[in-house]
Nanobody
Framework: QVQLVESGGGLVQAGGSLRISCTAS????????MAWFRQGPGEERELVAS???????SYADSVKGRFTISRVNDQNTIHLQMNKLKPEDTAIYYC????????????WGQGTQVTVSS
């Protein structure tokens, strides 16, 4: 059974930094695109950043230059380092995964709250 376990999150002031992490089952990790989505109050879920094996990363325009997604292969973990946080980054952040070649993200974590105060 595929499991995605998130950690981190919390409250931070605008301009500050925070890191959230997601650990996947080993079999899933090596053959998957891993990603972070977020959903703010009253908003739709949006893709924030994704990482394919080989550390090929992509980002939403709204977070480019501020957020960094990274893979730690020997820990089956991805991190999302968030710098220069803004109040509009406030959301529930979800870790997601899909096997290479799959159309949709089929596996999801439980979500972790990130709140940025002004």
């Amino acid at each position: 059974q595929v499991q995605l376990v998130e950690s981190g999150g919390g409250l931070v002031q605008a301009g500050g930094s925070l890191r959230i992490s997601c650990t996947a089952s080993k079999q899933m990790f090596w053959t998957s695109t891993m990603a972070w989505f977020r959903q703010g109050p009253g908003e739709e879920r949006e893709l924030v950043a994704s990482s394919r094996p080989g550390n090929l990363a992509s980002y939403a325009d709204s977070v480019k230059g501020r957020f960094t997604i990274s893979r730690v292969n020997d820990q089956n973990t991805i991190h999302l380092q968030m710098n220069k946080l803004k109040p509009e980054d406030t959301a529930i952040y979800y870790c997601a995964a899909k096997y290479i070649g799959a159309l949709n993200f089929d596996f999801w974590g439980q979500g972790t709250q990130v709140t940025v105060s002004s």
